[in-house]
């Protein structure tokens, strides 16, 4: 099973819509995970953090995580087309010693916002 | 504020030549720091990270290697590229949110292409 998954898309949704994607993990020890937004060419972009289950919402994202399920979700209100990117999960796979972590990413999602 | 600076932004080098890519971070000390590659179409991953001057641990043999001259400095180097080496390599480093937790920025990275 691999550490992180992620469908590949690409995800379309128009304008407006809620964009929702999701991710699964191997590690049951993972206590936080992060999500990237990723423009073509560009370098990935820290977009959410969440440490703790339930919800957590910044602006328009909301990330959910689920430990008993080993699941989390990013999901994207009103979606514009500036939202069309890539956007990578990416939960810690190992503390480093004197502090920080090692993380391990999915492939990422393709997310396409259409006029 | 931090910032991590990567250069080249991009590379064209021949098959056998050899690599050294830089990244240096700004207002921080003692920051973990990484280095990840993303081959065309693929997800990212990690090839080293560092906890202190002259501490490297790789994740995955293959032709390349990375040293921490000094606090704020990382470099990725090789002997002899391979074609396999092109990709997009990212340099990153690990920011304390609290005691425990950390998250992890990315630098705008370096376009390699192996000819």
């Known amino acids: 099973q691999k550490e992180v998954e992620q469908n590949s898309g690409p995800l379309s949704v128009p304008e407006g819509a809620i964009a929702s994607l999701n991710c699964t993990y191997s590690?049951?020890?993972?206590?936080?995970f992060f999500w990237y937004r990723q423009y073509s060419g560009k370098s990935p972009e820290l977009i959410m953090s969440?440490?703790?289950?339930g919800d957590k919402e910044d602006g328009r994202f909301t990330a959910q995580l689920n430990k008993a399920s080993q699941y989390v979700s990013l999901l994207i209100r009103d979606s514009q087309p500036s939202d069309s990117a890539t956007y990578l999960c990416?939960?810690?796979?190992?503390?480093?010693?004197?502090?920080?972590?090692?993380?391990?990413f999915g492939t990422g999602t393709q997310l396409k916002v259409e006029l | 504020s931090q910032t991590i600076h990567q250069w080249p932004a991009t590379l064209v080098q021949p098959v056998g030549s050899p690599l050294s890519l830089e990244c240096t971070v700004e207002?921080?000390?003692?920051?973990?720091l990484y280095w990840y590659r993303q081959a065309a179409g693929r997800g990212l991953q990690l090839l080293f990270y560092?906890?202190?001057?002259?501490?490297i641990s790789s994740e995955v043999p293959q032709n390349l290697s990375a040293s921490r001259p000094q606090d704020r400095q990382f470099i990725l180097s090789s002997k002899k590229l391979l074609l396999s080496d092109s990709g997009f390599y990212l340099c990153?480093?690990?920011?304390?949110?609290?005691?425990?937790?950390?998250?992890?920025?990315f630098g705008p990275g370096t376009r390699l292409t192996v000819t």
């Open positions: 969440i440490y703790s289950n």
């Open positions: 990153a480093w690990n920011a304390p949110i609290t005691g425990i937790m950390y998250e992890q920025y």
């Open positions: 560092s906890v202190g001057i002259g501490q």
């Open positions: 207002g921080t000390s003692n920051p973990n």
């Open positions: 990416a939960p810690p796979v190992g503390a480093l010693t004197g502090g920080g972590n090692k993380l391990t």
């Open positions: 590690d049951r020890g993972s206590q936080s």
